[in-house]
């Protein structure tokens, strides 16, 4: 393949690891650039009916450390020697953030792992798996 940027999306998850761990490998093998990106959505209401939205400080300081534990938990999985990588920690909603990222990055490939949402759940929620591959700009490889 002629690859020159693979973009692997990350979420800490065993699957999202296991598809960064392939990224890489394809990244070293064919001396493309690897760029891997953990996006967390910021919550709606995650302090419960009637309670209080927590203060900005505090939830700053959890966003951070959801995006900080998610790409640590990626990065000490991978064997990177050998590649030329980058990493990005982005807030919102993660499909059409790794979508964009890919565009603005002119990815050649997305790797990313299958989430293994049931069918009621992802009717309800949507799959952000299944947004990418409908959406991506580029080839989508989904790890299970």
């Known amino acids: 393949m002629n690859w020159s940027t693979i973009v692997s999306a990350t979420d800490g998850s065993e699957r999202s690891i296991n598809a960064a761990k392939l990224a890489a490998d394809l990244a070293r093998s064919c001396g493309a650039k690897l760029l ?5 959505r910021p919550p ?25 534990e998610a790409l640590d ?28 990222f890919c ?16 069918v009621i759940e992802r009717f309800i929620l949507g799959s952000v798996a299944d947004r990418l591959v409908h959406y991506s700009p580029c080839p989508v490889l989904v790890v299970p």
């Not at 891997?36 to 967390?40: M, Q």
């Not at 980058?86 to 909603?93: C, I, K, M, P, Q």
């Open 36 to 40: 891997i990106i953990t996006v967390v």
């Open 44 to 68: 709606e209401g995650w302090w419960g009916i009637g309670g209080a939205p927590p203060t900005a400080t505090a939830l700053t300081k959890a966003l951070d450390e959801a995006q900080h």
């Open 73 to 100: 938990a990626t990065l000490r999985a991978l064997d990177l020697e050998g590649v030329d990588y980058e990493t990005t920690e982005e807030l919102g909603d993660p499909a059409t953030t790794i979508i964009g």
């Open 103 to 118: 565009e603005d990055n002119n990815a050649d490939l997305l790797v990313i792992g299958r989430r293994g949402a049931g």
